[in-house]
């Protein structure tokens, strides 16, 4: 570990702004609005079915796009977090561990391992 120099209190603020801004994006669109978006377009009189079909698909493919964005920024900063936490501790196999498990959560969304450090680390 000691080729890296990493600044935790840097860290800190840089993941700070990030979930500053994770929540913007998370107000952006939420998951009401899309249910309005939706129930506009079904009651919609001139629309009728190729665009209204097509429109719903849009806008379906729009909020997977949001939520997959929203998850890897979460991932991305609990990793991040965690990583410098093992970095500073001189634990070389758990910032793998938690670069792997960033890259899982990322993926798919499942944030199990994230929650149980949260847990262990207040305990």
Do not use: Y
Request: with cysteine.
């Amino acid at each position: 570990m000691s080729s890296w120099s990493i600044d935790p209190s840097g860290v800190e603020a840089l993941l700070r702004s990030v979930q500053s801004e994770q929540e913007s994006l998370n107000g952006a669109l939420e998951q009401g609005d899309f249910q309005a978006i939706f129930t506009a377009l079904a009651s919609a009189g001139d629309f009728r079915g190729d665009v209204s079909t097509a429109l719903n698909g849009l806008l379906e493919d729009q909020k997977r796009n949001l939520d997959s964005i929203t998850s890897r920024v979460a991932a991305g900063a609990n990793g991040v977090g965690f990583a410098v936490r093992a970095c500073n501790q001189g634990n070389e196999e758990m910032a793998a561990t938690v670069q792997t498990e960033m890259m899982h959560s990322a993926t798919t969304g499942d944030f199990t391992f994230f929650e149980k450090m949260t847990q262990e680390g207040a305990q």
